[in-house]
């Protein structure tokens, strides 16, 4: 890996009159403003598209205007935050963070910041870390932002419908017909028999389960990957050998699956159009954020119980052997945004204790459990930056300025998390979010 200078980079300042007004001597809101505002320049994030309606209709917006409180920019000087719904892994491609990277990497104001469902492993961390100017461990900081439920999106065969005793109207599916649909075990919709479901029509219950996938290198696919790896840990068959879902929810092998499943890849990027391929396919069935499977309509307000576009209730293991079935989201499949059901949903970091204790540390083992409360197909959501932006090349003092007073305002459970709730998120646990915060607090130049 290369890295190579960004162009420099000009303070931007908010000439409206109003902003001025805002902020004269004696304002309320002028003692309110972050300091870190008046060195802070323009920049810009990419990455997550599972941040993507968060990042760009929430947080950008409120911290940008004068709405954010005592942790935006909104006053005299106003730098501003733009958000690039990119996908984990170009995100993570424009930082170099990818085992045997080649590419030349710019570090500058269009990717300041880095949005990841697909927090870097440890020998991911170690290759950054050593490509900086001078090489300095634990720089890299992997800062939780949010919680996001993933959703399983279902288009029945032309002239089907569905329906189930736990979800009257539509499917619900267990654990094990979830992974068994990805890896080609479990191949028609009559085959879909979890909590009472059943497919009426003629020749449905012999029609073909088409699953769909994402294009890209993407962190809704590792959430995604991980939690099947909980549902079955054997060794599947792929173009690139054979390989455990652990395996394949890491970086280049992301977009790898099984061959007996016999997927169909999104034509384009991000998690949105792999929601409009299956929104537009009869018999697919396909995974994304639910914020994603909400903003179309399709889903959010055409779809539902009795429609053939929905998307499923999801088995939690039950100790006492009754099956129970949850759904992504806080209040259920309608058009109104609403939370990501994981209120109670615990995580597991494999053989360490959860949480990892400090942001510089790798994440990308987190998991969530295959018993739960509430929804179980959970994950967390990341942004990253560093300790020292000083240590790549062409970033400025001024970057590292904004990128710290939006992460403070993005991480305040007064600011950026308490929106979380009515976005399609969910804000992070108390013990994560401290952990975020003071991951924050080491940001600098």
């Known amino acids: ?67 954010g409180g005592k942790l935006a920019c909104n006053l005299i000087h106003q730098p501003t935050v733009k958000y690039n719904s990119t996908g984990s892994g170009a995100g993570l491609h424009s930082w170099g963070i990818e085992e045997k990277e080649a590419k030349e990497v710019n570090f500058g104001p269009t990717n300041a910041y880095v949005g990841t469902d697909e927090p870097p492993s440890a020998a991911q961390i170690a290759l950054f870390e050593a490509e900086e100017t001078t090489p300095t461990a634990k720089s890299l900081l992997t800062i939780p932002v949010a919680q996001v439920a993933l959703a399983v999106v279902m288009h029945l065969p032309t002239g089907c419908t569905a329906t189930s005793t736990a979800s009257p109207g539509r499917i619900v599916l267990s654990q094990k017909s979830l992974e068994g649909i990805f890896s080609g075990s479990v191949k028609t919709w009559g085959a879909l028999t979890d909590g009472g479901s059943k497919i009426e029509g003629a020749g449905c219950a012999e029609s073909a389960i088409l699953p769909v996938v994402r294009q890209d290198q993407s962190g809704t696919t590792h959430i995604f990957k991980r939690f099947l790896n909980l549902i079955n840990t054997a060794e599947l068959e792929t173009a690139s ?157 001024g970057e590292a300025d904004t990128v710290k007073a939006y992460q403070q305002y993005v991480n305040d459970k007064k600011g950026g998390q308490v929106i979380l709730g009515g976005a399609d998120y969910l804000a992070l646990p108390k013990a994560v979010l401290a952990i975020a915060k003071e991951g924050v607090a080491e940001i600098g130049h």
């Open 241 to 397: 050998g054979k390989h455990t879902w652990g395996d394949l929810s890491e970086g280049a092998l992301s977009t790898t699956w099984p061959t007996a499943a016999g997927t169909k890849t999104a034509a384009k990027s991000g998690g949105g159009e792999l929601v409009k391929l299956v929104a537009e396919t009869a018999g697919t069935i396909g995974y994304a954020a639910v914020s994603d499977a909400r903003a179309n309509a399709k889903f959010g307000t055409e779809g539902g119980a009795g429609k053939p576009t929905f998307w499923a209730e999801l088995e939690n293991e039950n100790k006492k052997g009754k099956a129970k079935f949850n759904d992504p989201s806080t209040n259920g499949e309608s058009g109104t945004l609403a939370g990501s059901n994981c209120a109670k949903t615990l995580y597991s970091d494999g053989a360490s204790p959860f949480p990892p204790p400090h942001a510089y540390q790798p994440w990308n083992e987190v998991t969530t459990k295959t018993s739960e409360k509430t929804y179980a197909l959970c994950g967390f959501t990341f942004d990253l930056a560093v300790t020292s932006y000083g240590l790549l090349p062409g970033a400025s003092s």
């Open 1 to 67: 890996m290369r890295l190579l200078s960004a162009r420099g980079i000009v303070p931007a300042f908010v000439a409206a009159a109003a902003a001025v007004a805002l902020a004269a001597p004696g304002s309320a809101l002028a003692a309110k403003e972050n300091p870190l505002c008046a060195t802070g320049v323009n920049v810009e994030g990419q990455g997550s598209s599972a941040q993507k309606l968060l990042q760009q209709n929430f947080w950008t917006k409120q911290f940008n205007e004068p709405v």
